[in-house]
Nanobody, 126 residues
Framework: QVQVVESGGGLVQAGGSLRLSCTAS????????MGWFRQASGKEREGVSC????????YYADSVKGRFTISRDNAKNTTYLQMNSLKPEDTAMYYC???????????????????WGQGTQVTVSS
């Protein structure tokens, strides 16, 4: 049974940092691209960042470029999202997802992702 579990969310002041972690089990982690998505209250889900199976390809939404960094550790079946210089508009539920993708690529859209976590809440106060 595949499980995807996010952690690391919380309440932080504007300008602060958080590191989200996402651990997947029940799958061959290195066969999957990993993505981070977020959904703020009343808004559509947005692709934040993704990383290819090897880490050689990454994508960032314009809204987070230069502030967020995605990485992965295939030995630990874990991907990370380091979020710096957080803004109130970053407040959202953050979801991690796995996409079976052995090409050196990851998809910024969420439709192709096979497995999703339950999400972790990030709240940035002004």
């Amino acid at each position: 049974q595949v499980q995807v579990v996010e952690s690391g969310g919380g309440l932080v002041q504007a300008g602060g940092s958080l590191r989200l972690s996402c651990t997947a089990s029940g799958l061959t982690f290195a066969d999957y691209a990993m993505g981070w998505f977020r959904q703020a209250s009343g808004k559509e889900r947005e692709g934040v960042s993704c990383i290819s199976w090897s880490g050689g390809y990454t994508y960032y939404a314009d809204s987070v470029k230069g502030r967020f960094t995605i990485s992965r550790d295939n030995a630990k079946n874990t991907t990370y999202l380091q979020m710096n210089s957080l803004k109130p508009e970053d407040t959202a539920m953050y979801y991690c997802a796995a996409d079976l993708m052995t090409y050196e690529y990851c998809s910024r859209g969420g439709l192709g992702y096979n497995y999703w976590g339950q999400g972790t809440q990030v709240t940035v106060s002004s």
